[in-house]
């Protein structure tokens, strides 16, 4: 069996003696214009190039879990396509969104920056009650995420294609309920995959209807968020703020208004980072899955687009 490992951005020699150790049976190797023909195919952002040359590939496996830039491409018509499922990305989006909300809800933020003009003030405390949040995509980690925040006692709020019934989340779905999930949100995290049905619904629009003061936790991909909307939100004080790890253009460039707004928390594409040994073991499991003809969980449905 040969593995082909094409992902730009990433030091390859960790990953291909991860795969050699896993897969001892495999010929594992870097892929170069004009290599050999394979079998699976590890990726992220590849030329189309790597794909104009490999249309036998059985199957291809995503070292994220986000596949919208890997379908824009033409890939092999009958590759198998596979995201990670996890691979222990869900704790650290829960920890990133528990982590801005929580920071927000309490005003960490505001006491931070007394403190350091040497101001001892304290605030209010505010009804969790008054900060139902909301989770658009309730997936491997929009459900991680929705299960962390509940046992913080927020009210959680969720919305999906399909209906769900979990444990301390309202469950809403498709377009027909998107408004009443909204109406009932204060913050709202997007941990929706970027497909043509969601680029864009973080708008004027939509945004409008959270409750007063709401906030906005994007962490799914920037073209979901339609920024001009989110700044006229914030300057009009409608809403009281963002976090933001994802952004249309990445690195977000040097220019970019969203480095001035002061009501804007940026980082930099790291909610939940790629681990891995973690995913490395998850792949080779799912390759030998296939091999045996058995399916493997994290199938991307291109048609759907996630
Ligand atoms: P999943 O595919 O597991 O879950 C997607 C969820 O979104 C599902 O609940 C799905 O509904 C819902 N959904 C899809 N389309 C729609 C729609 N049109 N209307 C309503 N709901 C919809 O994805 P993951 O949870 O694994 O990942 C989510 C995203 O997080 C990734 O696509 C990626 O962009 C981003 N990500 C960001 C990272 C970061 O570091 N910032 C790291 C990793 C991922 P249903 O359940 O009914 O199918
Ligand atoms: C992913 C990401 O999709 O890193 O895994 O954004």
Redesign the pocket.
């Known amino acids: 069996m040969r593995i082909a490992f094409c992902c730009t951005g990433t030091e390859p020699e960790p990953w291909l003696a991860g795969l050699r150790a896993a897969l001892p049976q495999a010929q594992v190797a870097l892929w170069q214009p004009g290599a050999g023909r394979a079998d699976y195919a590890l990726v992220w952002a590849p030329p189309q190039q790597f794909f104009d040359e490999q249309p036998q590939l059985k199957g291809v496996f995503a070292i994220?879990?986000?596949?919208?830039a890997l379908l824009k491409l033409r890939l092999p018509p009958n590759a198998t396509v596979v995201?990670?499922?996890?691979a222990g990305?869900?704790v650290?989006?829960a920890e990133?969104v528990c982590h801005a909300v929580i920071r927000h809800f309490r005003e960490f933020d505001v006491y931070e920056a007394e403190t350091r003009q040497g101001h001892w003030t304290s605030h209010k405390p505010r009804k969790r009650a008054d900060f139902p949040v909301g989770v658009?995509?309730?997936?491997?980690?929009?459900?991680r995420v929705a299960r962390a925040l509940s046992q913080f006692e927020f009210p959680v709020n969720g919305?999906?294609?399909?209906p769900?019934a979990l444990d301390g989340v309202r469950s809403f779905?498709?377009?027909a309920q998107?408004d009443d999930f909204l109406a009932a949100s204060r913050v709202l995290v997007n941990?929706?995959?970027?497909?043509l049905?969601?680029q864009g619904i973080m708008n004027l629009a939509t945004l409008s209807r959270l409750r007063p003061g709401g906030y906005v936790i994007n962490?799914?991909?920037g073209a979901h968020l339609v920024d001009e909307d989110l700044l006229a939100l914030l300057d009009s004080g409608q809403l009281a703020g963002a976090t933001l790890?994802?952004f249309r253009v990445e690195p977000l460039p040097p220019d970019h208004p969203f480095w001035r707004q002061p009501k804007i928390t940026i980082t930099p594409?790291?909610?939940?980072?790629t681990l891995r040994a973690t995913s490395i073991a998850q792949i080779a499991g799912k390759i030998e899955a296939l091999e045996r003809g058995e399916s493997v969980v994290g199938r991307v449905d291109r048609g759907?687009?996630?």
């Open positions: 994220g879990a986000g596949v919208d995201r990670l499922d996890d990305m869900a650290q989006m990133y658009m995509g309730l997936g491997v980690l929009g459900q919305w999906s294609r399909s769900k779905s498709g377009p998107l941990l929706l995959p970027l497909t049905d969601t962490v799914a991909r790890d994802v594409h790291t909610a939940a980072r759907r687009g996630y």
